[in-house]
């Protein structure tokens, strides 16, 4: 008896976002793992290099840099506090407006935890050569032009 199959979706695009939705998950779970390591999750790391590479910013431009609620953002940087790793800082001009900033402690770790990162980053991309992966983040800046004016 032969059976027909037939596609679960009909057409290419959604396919094409089911590989991407799999390649995020994987590469997610890729750096996960890594950063466990050092005592980080991804959220916890990328707080940590955003204000590591910025200086320190208020809660607001933190979340919007990450994509994040300031309610989730919350949560993450309680946990980092509790490592000693970030402080909450008010600003001294308008005291609504809380600033974080890296400790000595969290900004050696974020330090010596960009070498990782960055060889996970390496290893997730290594499928492509150089010239593969610009034309990857160049179709990537097409899906989301607005990303490439902030």
Do not use: C
Not at 39 to 68: D, H
């Amino acid at each position: 008896m032969r059976i027909d199959k037939r596609p679960f979706f009909t057409t290419y695009t959604t396919s094409l976002w089911l590989r991407f939705l799999r390649f995020g998950l994987q590469s997610h779970k890729k750096l996960d793992d890594d950063l466990r390591k050092v005592g980080l999750t991804p959220p916890q790391f990328y707080v940590l290099a955003t204000i590591g590479y910025a200086g320190g910013l208020p809660f607001g431009e933190i979340g919007a840099k990450m994509m994040v609620t300031v309610s989730n953002l919350t949560g993450i940087v309680d946990r980092l506090e509790e490592k000693k790793l970030v402080l909450r800082k008010r600003d001294e001009h308008d005291r609504r407006v809380v600033h974080v900033v890296l400790t000595d402690k969290g900004a050696k770790l974020y330090t010596s935890t960009v070498p990782l990162f960055e060889k996970s980053a390496a290893e997730i991309f290594s499928a492509l050569d150089a010239g593969q992966q610009k034309e990857l983040s160049s179709l990537l800046r097409k899906l989301h032009p607005e990303s490439v004016a902030k």
